[in-house]
């Protein structure tokens, strides 16, 4: 291949290698000597630098040549936008070797060496009673999430199954409806309220995650908090949804 000068400082190439199934897009300078070129393939493909054979083929994949001359300058060869430059691994590794995460040895320490060092996350939130080692604070928190719990069971004991119901979410028009469900669920904490909707604009067709808290058909249920929702004599209203 003739090798001829160029003058544009850089080119943005595509790197393949004989050891991966991938392609990565890089930008060099045409600066860098072939030897010099090498050493940044290493990062991008894993092959050593003494063992890589290059090879030059065109924005149509059509092979131009072999970049063979260590001392050579990129840009002295024919390289350009879109061009792929493929490298050839010479040192006997197999393709897909070094894609193969599970072959890569994982440094492991057990949770006594961890609670030993000085220098660790854990360490530094013990010292400073910060997160879960923050005792006072766990404490509060617990306190607040068994108010609230206390809280919610007293509202939710006012809202019986059966009853006709108008639920005020912030952000959100009322929606009237039928209460379906009161009590505990598995998919959050704290009690809900199972309601049917009159028109279909829930979420749900009464279950969550697998598991069936009431009856109703899809769209038409949701489950809200107790704060939310107030029983009573509400009529159903006509939302004109099935109106064309």
Not at 100 to 113: F, M, Q
Not at 175 to 193: E, N
Not at 221 to 233: I, L, M, Q, R, Y
């Amino acid at each position: 291949m003739e090798v001829t000068g160029l003058s544009a400082p850089t080119v943005t190439v595509f790197i393949s290698s004989s050891l991966n199934s991938f392609r990565s897009q890089k930008r060099y300078s045409r600066s860098l000597t072939i030897a010099e070129f090498k050493d940044k393939l290493q990062l991008v493909v894993g092959s050593p630098a003494s063992c890589m054979e290059l090879e030059l083929y065109g924005p149509d994949d059509k092979f131009y040549g072999k970049l063979d001359q260590n001392d050579a300058l990129l840009g002295s060869y024919p390289v350009d936008d879109g061009c792929r430059i493929h490298v050839i691994d010479q040192s006997g590794a197999r393709l897909g070797e070094y894609e193969d995460i599970s072959k890569v040895e994982k440094y492991e320490i057990s949770r006594e060496a961890y609670d030993q060092r000085q220098n660790s996350v854990r360490s530094f939130l013990k010292r400073n009673k910060l997160g879960r080692y923050n005792e006072e604070e766990r404490a509060q928190r617990e306190a607040e999430s068994s108010q609230r719990l206390i809280e919610e069971e007293a509202q939710a004991s006012a809202i019986p199954v059966g009853s006709r119901c108008e639920v005020r979410a912030p952000g959100q028009p009322p929606r009237r409806g039928t209460v379906m469900y009161v009590g505990l669920t598995d998919f959050k904490p704290g009690y809900w309220i199972g309601v049917r909707y009159d028109e279909p604009l829930g979420k749900n067709d009464g279950s969550v995650n697998g598991k069936r808290y009431f009856e109703c058909q899809a769209k038409y249920g949701a489950f809200v908090k107790p704060s939310v929702v107030t029983v009573g004599d509400f009529p159903e209203e006509d939302y004109g949804l099935d109106e064309m």
